[in-house]
Each structure stands twice: as C-alpha cells, then as structure tokens.
C-alpha cells in the first residue's frame, strides 16, 4: 500500500506571504493528481502530473513532479484569502489514494 | 444539474440502523467512485462503477457496505448495521469516460453526505 504524506499539516499565513506545501512517498507514481478541498464540498481537481520534473503553472500556483516520481511540491505566491482551503495529493499504482492533505489558512 | 449532486447531505443515525446514501452523477458519465472521508483524513477509495458494472470494490471496508448503480446513472451507497466508525463524509464522484481510479480523467466530485452514527 502507497502512503503519501503530506507536509506541513497545517498552516496559517497572511495575504501576500509566498507558500510551499509537500506530497511524499517512498513508492514510485505513475500521475499524481492535486486537489484543493473547501469546507462542505468535494474535492476540485487543480493539476494532473505525470513525467518525472514536470512543472506546471495555474495562476498563482506552480506544482513540480519529482524526478523520480516519488515526490511533489505546489508553490503558492502572493497568497490570498481566497486560497484558503484544504490542499490533497493523490496518486497511485493499483487505486488512487489520497494524502491527508495540508490545511490551509490566509488571513487578509 | 450541472454537477454531481448527492443526497441527503446530513444524516444522523443511532447505531445497528441501516442508511443509504444517493448520488447523481454528471449526465453522461461513465464512471461513478464512492470514497469514505474521516475527519482530518483525505478521501479513501471505497468502490468504482463503470456504467453498471461494480468493477473495483476493493475499498468497501466490510460486508456491511452495499453500493449499487442498476441502470448505469445513479448511484447508492448502503450501510447495514451502522457502527459509530462509520461516522464519516462520504463523496461521490463521476468522470467522463472508463479508465478506472487510476485513470488520469477528471473526477468531479459530490458535496457528499456527511453520516454520524450515535
């Protein structure tokens, strides 16, 4: 069974601070998926990455892939109130399994 | 609707009742995912449906969870003999076409019902 972890668990940041947020695993994925999770919702999915050293951009956001495909990074610059929300990894080999994720908190 | 809709999205039962819990998927969707989201915990995978057919239920944690979807479109998730650790959101999510969990297609996902058993 993948376990992935995610770091930090939670954190508090005011608007316009720059923030990073971690996806880990000890096993290799073939994609790796990035959600973001408000309260009394379902999960929307952000990004897809599946090669080893992919970076991709959305807006504000910028997700890496690992080199070997084990790890993921999302950046978040000049955070804003409206990125507050719960941040999920997720990826697999047999099933999708999701991180716990990072909760997320930008004060205005 | 334009989303996955589920229903009821609250629901409180005493323990040893039996609930069931509906989904509506984007129409058209070939794919339909259960998954179990505990409190502080990420969702985990419970079964996948493509179109009727119950490919994938490894995730169903005992014989007490039933999921169905008899003509390909809607969906329900029963519970028999509900246990307090059953207490959980339950979400439910559709994709456009057949590639399983795994499948890199977009998973729209539900509200969810959120199900606490006393």
């Known amino acids: 069974t993948q376990l992935l972890e995610q770091s930090p668990q939670f954190l508090s940041i005011q608007e316009g601070e720059n923030l990073t947020v971690y996806c880990n695993s000890s096993s290799v994925f073939s994609s790796l998926q990035w959600y973001r999770q408000e309260p009394g919702e379902g999960p929307v999915l952000l990004v897809t990455?599946?090669?080893?050293?992919e970076v991709k951009k959305l807006k504000r956001l910028t997700f890496q892939f690992g080199d070997a495909r084990k790890d993921s990074s999302l950046h978040i610059t000049a955070a804003q109130p409206g990125d507050t929300g719960l941040y999920l990894c997720a990826g697999g080999d047999n099933d999708m399994r999701f991180g716990a994720g990072t909760r997320l908190t930008v004060k205005p | 609707g334009a989303g996955v809709s589920q229903s009821p999205r609250y629901k409180v039962a005493k323990r040893g009742q039996d609930v069931a819990l509906r989904c509506d998927p984007i129409?058209?969707?070939?794919?339909l995912f259960w998954y179990q989201q505990a409190l502080g915990q990420g969702p985990e995978f419970l079964t996948y449906?493509?179109?009727?057919?119950?490919?994938?239920k490894s995730g169903l944690p005992s014989d007490r969870f039933f999921a169905e979807r008899p003509e390909g479109s809607v969906s329900t998730l029963k519970i028999q003999r509900t246990q307090q650790e059953d207490s959980a959101v339950y979400l439910c999510?559709?994709?456009?076409?057949?590639?399983?969990?795994?499948?890199?297609?977009?998973?729209?996902f539900g509200p969810g019902t959120r199900l606490t058993v006393l």
């Open positions: 129409s058209g969707h070939v794919s």
């Open positions: 990455v599946v090669t080893g050293g």
């Open positions: 449906f493509q179109n009727e057919a119950q490919l994938d």
């Open positions: 999510a559709s994709s456009l076409v057949s590639g399983g969990p795994l499948s890199t297609d977009t998973q729209y």
